[in-house]
């Protein structure tokens, strides 16, 4: 096959067109394709950086000096359901699917222009490959869901530090692996885009002098040395949301990747990948499937599940015709952790201004000098956006935000976050912005749901919920007798945990804010591992920076009092709020802690809201 790429940047210099025409022999049909592919210079951070190991053990870490930003993505011209991504590192590599079929193209040579080899997938040399997460892939330590979930878009961004490689490299070697692992972050990048999630890669990690790890056949031992690792060395260089070890070393039966369930942004947050195939693309997918397990997504059930193609990513056994799409229900799954995990760090969105890549007009995500990224011109659906040069249309003044009604930007007084419950406040577009301004809430400490509770950050924490929290709908809190249990300072019984082993007992007064006891419901915590101690229910986590089996901070410990670091005290000593609302003359709502606002004048106006200071600060 014979190709003539042309490079076109008429937009701007960073606004990358690679298009490619494909002159194909009578055994592809058409007989002529024309790849449309835009520049993926966002597949990685600009923080990203690079680590090997010297012989003795020296760890080095560096920032690339130069990397070829030769990834991209795309489609076939004329062709709806096609799709490509593709390397041009040393020729086009990678993986391009038309209606019809699908194909793997490679260079005969380390030259752009010349002859390329392609073809389809078959499965006459195809090895069984499976995932090895059971329903107890589950870990027990992950962190259940903290604040309110607001209804909004999913965040476009997930940053993942360091792809770990197990195979010994020199560093001649080094450029080649790093070509390889970027390509298959390209193709799990272009798996996800449908689900509106981006997947940006901060360093990989070559344990180029010796394994990290005991690195053995047995894919779970390797998966619990890696998250130890991890947790110990990896979270104290750089912050990051999720990790994979990619390893050389064939693990036992079929298995070529395994992954906890639903644990993206706690400790839990790794996977452990086989590198099973020569193709990248493959791997990429095993990659996109795992990843997809620390997002919450579990196997498809053939029965139930709606997939485009013959097998979709998170079939439990990969398809000698590698699967690029989700099916139904891992979109299903994916928006229901969303909403009910409230993952921080996925849904962090940053501002498009803190993205100091180059944009790239087509992506999907708006970057510094764009006005608006509806996606391409045959993706995009924003009757405000231009897709072809990411601009505003002509008579338009905004394309998105809570604050955009019609192309315009919304009047000030324009309601853009309803008030959810009594501890929560709306918020009003100021006039000027698209974006609805910074979520608040009512003061801590002001009574809520009809007196048994009172308000501490936008919630209305009680005994009741946390054990429905923890042990399902007909979960109840347990006798009042139960907290006697916290004045013994045992696992099960508890105010404070300085270390793993050391329980501090509870004063008498503050049995209510230790341990959290309940009656009922499911017969094992959502969370945790299960205490019982008579008809009293508790749950145990082995990291004790992170035991959610105690009662929340703010709860109700009696009249005027709430928990505070464990301890049951009154409102003044735990929020130290005074009375603002004479100074504002009948029409105070008070703030998150040590604010209020006279809103009501100040919104109709449409003026931003004037605060002013209630105390000392915390």
């Known amino acids: 096959m014979k190709l003539t790429p042309t490079l076109s940047d008429t937009t701007n210099m960073w606004c990358h067109l690679y298009m490619v025409r494909c002159s194909c022999t009578e055994t592809l049909s058409p007989s002529m394709l024309i790849l449309m592919l835009s520049f993926n210079s966002d597949i990685i951070t600009s923080d990203y950086t690079e680590t090997h190991y010297k012989e003795d053990g020296t760890q080095v870490t560096e920032v690339p000096?130069?990397?070829?930003?030769?990834?991209?993505?795309?489609?076939?011209?004329?062709?709806?359901?096609?799709?490509?991504?593709?390397?041009?590192?040393?020729?086009?590599?990678?993986?391009?699917?038309?209606?019809?079929?699908?194909?793997?193209?490679?260079?005969?040579s380390s030259s752009d222009v010349g002859d390329h080899a392609v073809s389809t997938f078959n499965d006459n040399t195809f090895t069984p490959a499976m995932c090895g997460v059971t329903n107890t892939s589950w870990s027990d330590d992950f962190e259940p869901p903290t604040g309110r979930s607001r209804s909004r878009?999913?965040?476009?961004?997930?940053?993942?530090?360091?792809?770990?490689?197990?195979?010994?490299?020199?560093?001649?070697?080094?450029t080649k692996l790093r070509q390889r692992i970027f390509e298959i972050v390209n193709f799990v990048n272009m798996a996800y885009k449908p689900l509106q999630t981006f997947i940006a890669?901060?360093?990989?990690?070559?344990?180029?002098?010796?394994?990290?790890?005991?690195?053995?056949?047995?894919?779970?031992?390797?998966?619990?040395?890696?998250?130890?690792?991890?947790?110990?060395?990896?979270?104290?260089?750089k912050k990051h949301d999720n990790a994979h070890l990619i390893s050389a070393i064939d693990f036992e039966g079929a298995t070529v990747g395994l992954a906890y369930i639903g644990t993206l942004c706690s400790g839990h947050s790794v996977g452990v990948i086989q590198d099973h195939n020569d193709r990248a693309i493959a791997v990429g997918a095993t990659l996109a499937h795992e990843m997809g397990h620390n997002l919450g997504m579990d196997h498809d059930d053939s029965s139930?599940?709606?997939?485009?193609?013959?097998?979709?990513?998170?079939?439990?056994?990969?398809?000698?015709?590698?699967?690029?799409?989700?099916s139904s229900c891992s979109a299903t799954k994916y928006h229901k952790y969303l909403m009910s995990r409230n993952p921080s760090c996925l849904l962090d969105q940053p501002s498009y201004r803190s993205v100091v890549t180059p944009a790239v007009c087509g992506n999907g995500f708006r970057e510094t000098g764009e006005q608006c990224d509806c996606g391409t011109l045959e993706e995009c659906t924003n009757p405000c956006c231009n897709a072809t040069s990411c601009t505003l249309k002509e008579g338009t003044q905004c394309a998105e935000g809570e604050?955009?009604?019609?192309?315009?930007?919304?009047?000030?007084?324009?309601?853009?976050?309803?008030?959810?419950?009594?501890?929560d406040l709306a918020e009003y577009c100021n006039g000027e912005s698209t974006d609805c301004p910074e979520d608040m809430f009512a003061v801590n400490g002001l009574p809520c749901d009809s007196g048994l509770g009172y308000c501490y950050n936008g919630q209305c924490p009680q005994r009741m919920d946390q054990c429905v929290k923890m042990y399902g709908s007909s979960a109840i809190e347990a006798q009042r007798s139960c907290y006697k249990q916290n004045t013994r300072g045992v696992y099960y019984g508890f105010c404070r945990r300085p270390s793993k082993d050391q329980y501090i007992p509870c004063q008498q007064e503050d049995v209510l804010c230790?341990?959290?006891?309940?009656?009922?419901?499911?017969?094992?915590?959502?969370?945790?591992?299960?205490?019982?101690?008579?008809?009293?229910?508790?749950?145990?986590?082995?990291?004790?920076?992170?035991?959610?089996?105690?009662?929340?901070?703010?709860?109700?410990?009696g009249n005027g009092k709430v928990c505070s670091q464990n301890q049951c005290v009154d409102l003044?000593?735990?929020?130290?709020?005074?009375?603002?609302?004479?100074?504002?003359?009948?029409?105070?709502?008070?703030?998150?802690?040590?604010?209020?606002?006279?809103?009501s004048k100040a919104n109709i106006l449409g003026q931003p809201n004037p605060?002013?200071?209630?105390?000392?600060?915390?």
């Open 65 to 108: 000096k130069e990397i070829d930003h030769c990834y991209y993505q795309g489609s076939i011209v004329n062709d709806s359901q096609s799709s490509a991504s593709i390397s041009t590192c040393d020729g086009l590599r990678g993986y391009f699917r038309t209606s019809a079929q699908r194909y793997l193209i490679e260079p005969l």
């Open 611 to 618: 605060r002013y200071e209630c105390s000392e600060s915390l």
């Open 153 to 174: 878009s999913a965040v476009t961004q997930t940053k993942i530090f360091f792809t770990r490689y197990k195979r010994r490299m020199k560093t001649k070697y080094q």
């Open 572 to 599: 003044k000593t735990a929020y130290r709020n005074v009375n603002c609302s004479a100074k504002c003359a009948g029409h105070a709502v008070k703030l998150n802690l040590l604010f209020f606002a006279c809103v």
């Open 514 to 557: 230790g341990k959290l006891f309940c009656q009922y419901g499911n017969d094992n915590p959502n969370y945790g591992r299960m205490v019982t101690v008579g008809n009293c229910k508790a749950a145990f986590f082995g990291d004790h920076t992170k035991d959610y089996g105690q009662v929340e901070t703010g709860t109700e410990c």
């Open 201 to 237: 890669l901060v360093g990989i990690e070559i344990w180029s002098n010796r394994d990290q790890i005991s690195v053995t056949p047995p894919a779970g031992k390797n998966l619990n040395a890696f998250m130890n690792w991890r947790n110990s060395e990896l979270m104290t260089r």
């Open 403 to 423: 604050c955009c009604d019609n192309c315009q930007v919304s009047l000030c007084a324009h309601e853009c976050r309803r008030k959810q419950d009594v501890c």
């Open 304 to 326: 139930a599940c709606v997939c485009t193609e013959d097998s979709c990513i998170m079939a439990a056994a990969l398809s000698w015709n590698v699967p690029r799409t989700f």
